[in-house]
DNA sequence: TTATGTGCAAAACATTTGCAGGAGT
DNA sequence: ACTCCTGCAAATGTTTTGCACATAA
């Protein structure tokens, strides 16, 4: 975990971040404090909120704001797109190659200084879906 | 206001939607709330959440799910994507084209069924960016 | 040793909801 | 009349914060 000088390697944050990096989903703060607490039993839920903040700010992990009420955390920082499933509320990752050129398009259309783009599609994932999408074993 | 058959017309309805239809920017509930208070003091916050919600379902409104803690209401329903001022908070059209084709990418890509996607930028506007952009007067 | 971090609890926001009375149709 | 809708207030859910104590460097 690389860090500003003054920021401390604590217990507390390297299991925040090993527990993100165990998982492809997209946590909420509270389920990256349900994870961490299996652990760290008397961690504070603000302690997870402010330490999630601030990897997200030094870029050591990424946060999501989409659709739905809570953000969400994920430690893979590479740039990348997201799928959300109105039906359950599910964010996956999507193989969609990032297009890096709209941001100066963005530039020139507006009155930014454009730092970057997400894009968020949504839809009903094959669960939510029920039968039609894969095989699904019912009788 | 082209409501559901069993959907009343009622004069809170007709005053959210018209303040709305007054703005380009693209305000939160609460900011809904205190431009409609404006000509009918005694409506409730409840009851302006209840209507946006609703015109969103309807599909007369776009309710904005984009960065930031509070949702956003926008009386503009043709499709189009945002800008966000990372300082300030302010949510903009940007007259991107829009890509019709990436749904089906999407839905090659995944295993969702994919109903549309959308495109927030972040950047710092003009007005936060302070000098640079604009010529803009101090001294 | 000392500035930074933590746990805890309260506060601050944002949104939803129950209910009794009000209003469209 | 008969629903649906509203105002009000309380409840719920999410995130932030103040503070005394703990701990990494």
Redesign the pocket.
């Given at each position: 975990m690389q860090l500003n000088p003054?920021?401390?390697?604590?217990?507390?944050?390297q299991i925040i971040l090993e527990e993100l990096e165990k998982v492809t989903s997209h946590p909420?703060?509270?389920e990256v404090y349900d994870m961490v607490r299996k652990r760290?039993p008397?961690?504070?839920?603000?302690?997870v909120?402010?330490?999630l903040?601030l990897m997200a700010e030094t870029g050591i992990i990424l946060k999501i704001e989409v659709g739905g009420?809570?953000?969400r955390f994920d430690a893979t920082t590479h740039p990348h797109y997201h799928i959300r499933c109105i039906s359950c509320g599910k964010v996956e990752d999507i193989e969609i190659p990032v297009m890096a050129d709209i941001d100066q398009a963005a530039a020139e259309l507006s009155h930014y200084q454009v730092l970057g783009h997400h894009i968020e599609f949504s839809g009903v994932c094959s669960t939510c879906n029920g039968i039609e999408d894969e095989e699904v074993l019912i009788n």
């Open positions: 003054q920021m401390r390697l604590t217990t507390q944050r909420t703060a509270n760290l008397r961690i504070g839920l603000g302690t909120y402010r330490n903040e009420t809570q953000k």
